[in-house]
């Protein structure tokens, strides 16, 4: 079993509480609200304290110096939220159903974006349960959660969260998170959790009252760096890398998505993201784990493989550039960083033969030069979209596409994404073309609402057409429940036409393109885009057949030099016939 070395330990004879707290000589215990106990504190700036008798369900603090009682940093559960006592967890009290489950491949995946408070009416992890029988039929492999990290209030997009070892209480208990995992592996599915490594959120984060948690000699869009590299930052280090290896471990995760590592800022002999990935494989013991990133740099070095061709640090990276392409191409938005993606075609060519559109070339969006050559990296070192929560959720009105774009267009780039070589990630409800908005939500106190809300309007108002009287409130109850799904129109017509739609194309993926997706060939898939919207990529494959994706994503019908052969196509979305492609067309084969 892996020992951390944050959070209650318990012992034969009862529990074994500790605290690392550097900016602080004398610090007690509270257990119930009734015993205090006084600390033993060391000079590396630990606490600890060993209570006979207290079990597990205990509610604890710490009471620093000045009478302050705080959380523990590494609580596992909060009962009464960021503010209120901890409690102790049985690591071992669940009983796990699925003890030999041992993974996918991640050529194998197919993710699905959920947010386990929108997902569901209730909102919580043994209610998303009731759900998964759906993804298993639908041909999802492997749900990716938004963090679950504890954050302040009833609701939250998850990145604001305070105490990373503690599964929100708004969710369930730690036992019901282990318990959905199960239930997911049961149907071979595999569970990703977002994890949030970057910044801590702005309300209930009391570590630096008595740690060196943060740094002044970097910066972030968030304020000071994490201290990763600073005086005394190895234990803060250690208290992030074993978060990771806790969820890998505890929960048995199938992997982690590591929000905006590019925040994440370290001059250390070994990054960081090196160390976290490098130790959780070995902590994993064998079992297949996946990392994946999220990464605006766009440095494929962290997606490096080795000679086996197995990744060294992480499998893949959510890919924003496929999703800006197909997202120019289907809406002609040309707003923000939309302007640089413009020539839709020949960027989307590139990005699916290459992975990154900006490869070192500059970006005028941003100024400079952005990415690292991405050719040579397999297909499934880039994970596809056209909706995640960063992109609807970043939208004034927090909109999904179907909700202005006709559906033929919508099913043309959804044909591209899903049947793609990249592994694809489906954002809840897109499968049944739901029409709920996923707005930005948040529940702080009210001074720190009044500047979300603030903060939100001047963000916003840079966007053409932006009306302040139209943007939801982000603090408002009522705009987090617009954004949950509504399950029951998933029985209407159109929904049913979606739901078969994307299932024929999963199936298709399941039989004709996941066996091929070891055999692709790196660094030799090439594109051709010709002008008035005809594009074309093929990949090598070992075997010296090739995958082609033919396809026109214009509203005319354009001529093609490619030939497409119906006997050797693997899926086909409008005519293409005699050199001329029908507007929005898709054709996939083999030849």
């Not at 208990?173 to 071979?188: N, S």
């Not at 590299?229 to 929960?251: C, K, M, P």
């Not at 197909?326 to 809406?331: C, M, S």
């Not at 499968?431 to 707005?439: I, K, L, Q, S, T």
Request: glycine fraction near 10%; include cysteine; charged fraction near 25%.
């Amino acid at each position: 079993m892996i020992e951390f070395d944050f959070g209650p330990e318990i012992t034969p004879n009862g529990i074994r509480f500790r605290l690392w707290a550097p900016f602080q000589s004398d610090v007690a215990l509270a257990i119930d609200g009734e015993r205090t106990f006084k600390m033993v504190g060391s000079t590396d700036g630990w606490h600890h304290c060993e209570v006979d008798g207290a079990r597990p369900g205990a509610a604890y603090s710490f009471i620093l110096q000045d009478g302050l009682a705080v959380p523990d940093p590494a609580s596992r559960f909060q009962p009464r939220d960021v503010h209120g006592p901890s409690e102790v967890i049985d690591p071992d009290a669940y009983r796990w159903k699925t003890a030999g489950w041992n993974g996918r491949g991640f050529d194998d995946l197919v993710l699905y974006e959920l947010h386990l408070g929108a997902f569901t009416r209730e909102g919580t992890f043994t209610a998303a349960i009731d759900r998964l029988d759906h993804l298993s039929s639908l041909g999802v492999t492997a749900i990716q959660i938004m963090p679950v990290a504890d954050f302040p209030g009833r609701r939250n997009w998850g990145y604001d969260g305070v105490l990373p070892y503690a599964p929100d209480g708004s969710y369930g208990r730690p036992e019901e998170f282990k318990r959905l995992i199960d239930e997911a592996h049961v149907r071979g599915i595999c569970v990703f959790l977002d994890v949030v490594y970057n910044h801590f959120g702005p309300d209930g984060n009391y570590l630096p009252i008595y740690a060196p948690l943060f740094t002044d000699k970097h910066k972030t869009p968030w304020g000071s760096a994490i201290n990763y590299d600073g005086d005394r930052s190895h234990l803060v280090r250690e208290f992030i890398i074993q978060n990771a290896i806790y969820w890998i471990t505890e929960f048995r995760l199938d992997g982690l998505r590591l929000d905006a590592v590019h925040a994440i800022k370290d001059g250390s002999g070994e990054h960081l993201l090196h160390e976290l990935a490098r130790r959780v494989k070995a902590a994993a013991g064998g079992r297949p784990v996946h990392l994946i990133v999220e990464n605006e740099n766009n440095d494929g070095n962290l997606l490096a493989r080795d000679g086996q061709g197995q990744p060294r640090l992480f499998s893949a990276q959510w890919n924003d550039d496929i999703h800006h392409v197909l997202h120019v191409a289907a809406t002609g938005e040309s707003f923000g960083y939309y302007s640089d993606y413009l020539d839709a075609n020949a960027k989307l060519g590139r990005a699916l033969a290459e992975g990154f559109v900006f490869q070192g070339e500059h970006m005028p969006y941003r100024g400079e030069e952005r990415g690292t050559p991405s050719g040579h990296l397999p297909p499934s070192a880039f994970i596809s979209f056209i909706q995640n929560h960063d992109q609807i959720g970043n939208r004034a009105l927090g909109d999904r596409m179907v909700a202005g774009r006709p559906e033929n267009v919508l099913f043309a780039i959804a044909a591209i994404y899903l049947l793609s070589p990249h592994v694809p990630m489906i954002f809840m409800g897109e499968e049944w073309g739901a029409r709920e908005p996923f707005p930005y939500f948040c529940d702080f106190n009210e001074d720190l609402n009044e500047k979300v809300r603030r903060g939100r309007r001047e963000e916003l108002s840079r966007l053409p057409g932006f009306d302040a009287d139209d943007l939801p409130d982000p603090t408002d109850e009522a705009t987090f429940f617009s954004a949950k799904l509504d399950w029951t129109k998933r029985e209407t017509e159109d929904a049913r036409r979606w739901l078969l739609f994307y299932k024929e194309l999963l199936s298709i993926r399941r039989d004709s393109i996941a066996p091929i997706l070891p055999d692709i060939v790196g660094g030799t898939a090439s594109y051709r885009a010709r002008a008035g919207g005809a594009l074309s990529v093929q990949w090598h494959l070992s075997d010296g057949r090739r995958l082609r994706l033919c396809a026109n994503l214009s509203n005319q019908i354009v001529d093609s030099d490619e030939e497409a052969n119906p006997e050797v196509a693997i899926f086909a979305l409008g005519s293409h016939e005699e050199g001329r492609m029908d507007p929005w067309s898709v054709f996939w084969s083999f030849v």
